[in-house]
């Protein structure tokens, strides 16, 4: 039985003197486009809605102070869950939005 599979495996592997053609590779391309797609869509959505400090820290570049001073004057809302501080991703992207400075673009 062992000798009957090595032999299978030696037909279905390349050796050196084989060429590999173009539509080998077109093939070869479909299928990774068709899995990367297939995981794609089989995922759930990338961005959470809800962020550890430690997340939000790496995110907006920051301290643990900073992001301590943000909760406590409240500019960043946040829930407290069994220790566990989580912050709603709408909620940084709108103290983003406020913070914004306008440009002067255009302007003369």
């Known amino acids: 039985m062992e000798r009957m599979r090595?032999?299978?495996e030696a037909k279905s592997s390349l050796s050196l003197d084989q060429l590999v053609t173009l539509a080998d590779?077109?093939?070869v391309r479909d299928e990774l486009l068709a899995a990367i797609t297939r995981t794609?869509?089989?995922s759930p959505d990338t961005a959470k809605k809800w962020l550890k400090s430690s997340e939000v820290r790496k995110l907006l570049n920051i301290s643990p102070g900073?992001?301590?001073a943000?909760?406590?004057s409240r500019q960043l809302a946040f829930v407290r869950l069994g220790g566990v501080i989580y912050y709603d991703r709408e909620d940084i992207e709108a103290m983003i939005?406020?913070?914004?400075?306008p440009t002067l673009i255009g302007k003369a």
Do not use: F, P, V
């Not at 939005?97 to 400075?101: E, F, Y």
């Open 25 to 27: 590779l077109r093939s």
């Open 40 to 42: 794609r869509e089989s």
């Open 66 to 68: 900073k992001l301590l």
């Open 97 to 101: 939005q406020k913070a914004r400075t």
């Open 70 to 72: 943000l909760r406590a």
């Open 6 to 8: 090595g032999r299978d």
